[in-house]
């Protein structure tokens, strides 16, 4: 079982519409939540970050943590076409180190 | 610097040969890892340093890697005898907290392909 797992994708919404983005972890001690979105070509970049069960929200994103079930999820409103990205899950095990999953790839069609 | 500063963004190296990549974190920033990225997965921990001391290095692969941060700020990773499968990414990033849980600031990355 790989330590943090997300659905490849691709995921296609249509513009203007809520994209949801699902990840899960083995680890049931880990501490932080991160989601990164990734570019073709490019660094990640850090959008949200979540420790609390609940939701966090920031600008069209909402970080959503429940450590029960060891699920985070990310939704992004009224998506734009610039939202098409990777998008990645990441999780701090209480350690030093963050560890990835491989990413969901989002296509937003104007 | 602004950010994390990563040199070369791209070597080619033949296989067997010995490569160098640099990375230089934003200022202030104690906490170094580097990461590495194949294509169509999500980044694979490598080394963490602590100032000047690799606080965890269990991701690295073999003994032909090797990182270095003399001075608690730029950071040399090291491959030897360079394969094939060494091809990816090598991603490197700084947080300004010693447990990163505000997220990392990534470099750009020096794409690495043995031939």
């Known amino acids: 079982q790989k330590e943090v797992e997300q659905n490849s994708g691709p995921l296609s919404v249509p513009e203007g519409a809520i994209a949801s983005l699902n990840c899960t972890y083995s680890?049931?001690?880990?501490?932080?939540f991160f989601w990164y979105r990734q570019y073709s070509g490019k660094s990640p970049e850090l959008i949200m970050f979540i420790y609390s069960n609940g939701d966090k929200e920031d600008g069209r994103f909402t970080a959503q943590l429940n450590k029960a079930s060891q699920y985070v999820s990310l939704l992004i409103r009224d998506s734009q076409p610039s939202d098409s990205a990777t998008y990645l899950c990441?999780?701090?095990?209480?350690?030093?180190?963050?560890?990835f999953g491989a990413g969901t790839r989002l296509f937003v069609k104007a | 610097g602004a950010g994390v500063s990563q040199t070369p963004s791209n070597k080619v190296t033949e296989k067997g040969k010995y490569v160098e990549l640099r990375c230089d974190p934003i200022s202030g920033h104690t906490a170094l890892y580097w990461y590495r990225q194949s294509l169509g997965q999500g980044p694979e921990f490598l080394i963490y340093?602590?100032?000047?001391?690799?606080?965890?290095d269990s991701g690295l692969p073999n003994d032909r890697f090797f990182a270095v941060r003399p001075e608690g700020s730029v950071s040399t990773l090291k491959i030897q005898r360079t394969e094939r499968g060494d091809s990816a990414v090598y991603l490197c990033?700084?947080?300004?907290?010693?447990?990163?849980?505000?997220?990392?600031?990534f470099g750009s990355g020096t794409r690495l392909t043995v031939v």
């Open positions: 680890d049931r001690g880990s501490q932080s």
């Open positions: 990441a999780v701090g095990t209480g350690g030093f180190k963050t560890i």
């Open positions: 990033a700084s947080s300004l907290t010693e447990t990163g849980i505000y997220g990392y600031t």
């Open positions: 340093f602590q100032g000047t001391g690799a606080a965890d």
